[in-house]
């Protein structure tokens, strides 16, 4: 079985590439570079064994992508491909919806146009804005509070009237947490542009000497500690939950919403502590004001997925930690 991952040399998607090997998937990436490196997908080669087609190929050309199907058999579509960073997406909206929206509905035309109907789609906790209640669960009310997670939430309703629309439609939409961490090995991870905007990409940076001390947003959240919750993930567990919707896709064809998370919160303070004691690195920091659209607290309920993928996280922040740092210490630039 050949599964399209967009998006495929990015951060999620090339661990979960490095999984769809190892389970025995076969593996065609498209991805545009604009934000991550064709290294990714070198080493993802050198640690299973085997060999993935790459096809540099923005989703936006829609000419290119229907060459990719053309070529590939493809079955099934992983679709990571996308601009993730909130900040900017505030400041240049209409980027962030022509290259989310517009390219995910290239992806589905072309899909539709060689009778490939299974998609596994990711979107993020995002939609689910400031949280009236914790743990979130999957019909909490969506109310996502900047255009790259109402471009999430945009495309989660285009899924879903596709799906009403034409029968054959098979769509999981993964809402992620915090993903964290890297693969074991040290040789794949986060490789954010410039200066991370997700702590613990930040706090790796602090502890390589890159940058020289943490801010933490606040410490007047109503928290036990003030500073803000939030549910990390491991990118690992985090890929293995795509393997685990290709196959409920398999067995029970539909559209699905599933949260990934760990399923309980951590403070920064806690993070920060964690790291330290598991590293044995020093994390320089000062408490500075809130960050504007920050929430207090954003942790998931994660018993649907638990019932019904037969999936749950099992690796938690000491091993997130641990991995994060050899990423980190192994490439301190980076692929660079
Ligand atoms: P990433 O930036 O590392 O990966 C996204 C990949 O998509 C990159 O390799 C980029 O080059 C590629 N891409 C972007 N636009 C493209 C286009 N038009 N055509 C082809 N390729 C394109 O990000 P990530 O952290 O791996 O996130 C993957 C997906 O998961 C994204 O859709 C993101 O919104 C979503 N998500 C991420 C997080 C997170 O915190 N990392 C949380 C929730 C959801
Ligand atoms: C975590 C906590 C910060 C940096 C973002 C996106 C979300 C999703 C995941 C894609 C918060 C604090 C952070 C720093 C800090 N992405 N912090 N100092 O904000 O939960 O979510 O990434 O879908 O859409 O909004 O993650 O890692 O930025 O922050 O104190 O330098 O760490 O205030 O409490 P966030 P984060």
Redesign the pocket.
């Known amino acids: 079985m050949k599964i399209l991952v ?9 661990h979960t590439c490095l999984a769809l090997l190892d389970a025995g998937y076969e593996v065609a990436v ?7 490196k064709e290294e990714s997908l070198k080493r993802v080669q050198g640690l299973t064994g085997k060999t993935l087609e790459f096809h540099k ?4 050309d829609k000419r290119s992508l229907n060459a990719v199907f053309e070529k590939s058999s493809i079955d099934a579509v992983i ?6 960073a909130v900040g900017e997406s505030v400041s240049i909206p209409l980027r962030y919806y022509h ?2 929206v517009t ?1 995910t509905l290239n992806l589905c035309d072309v899909m539709g146009d060689h009778d490939v109907r299974t998609m596994v789609f ?5 939609v689910y804005g400031d949280p009236q209640t914790v743990p979130i669960k999957e019909d909490s009310p969506l109310s996502p509070a900047n255009p ?1 997670g109402r471009s ?1 939430l945009m495309i989660e309703e285009i899924l879903q009237d596709l799906h009403r629309s034409e029968a054959g439609w098979n769509i999981a939409l993964l ?5 964290v961490g890297a693969h074991s090995s040290g040789l794949i991870g ?2 954010p542009n410039g200066v991370p905007n ?1 702590l613990l990409p930040f706090i790796t940076q602090v502890a390589v000497g890159k940058l020289s001390e943490l801010s933490i947003f606040g410490n007047d959240y109503p928290t036990p500690d003030g500073t803000g919750i939030r549910d990390y993930i491991h990118v690992v567990d985090l890929a293995l939950g795509h393997i685990k919707a290709l196959r409920i896709l398999a067995s029970n064809p539909g559209i699905v919403v599933y949260n990934l998370g760990a399923g309980r919160g951590y403070s920064v303070l806690e993070m920060v502590s964690g790291f330290e004691k598991t590293t044995g690195q020093k994390i320089h920091s000062k408490i500075v004001a809130r960050r504007p659209g920050d929430i207090a607290s954003c942790y998931a309920d994660v018993s649907r997925a638990q019932r019904e993928l037969g999936w749950s996280s099992e690796r938690g922040i000491d091993e997130i930690c641990a991995d994060a740092w050899r990423w980190q210490s192994k490439n301190p630039d980076g692929y660079e």
């Open positions: 967009t998006g495929g040399a990015g951060y999620i998607g090339s498209v991805d545009n570079l604009s934000n991550s190929v923005d989703l936006l679709h990571f491909a996308g601009l993730k290259n989310n390219g990711s979107s993020s906790a995002t790259y999430k809402r992620y947490f915090n993903p986060e490789d997700n």
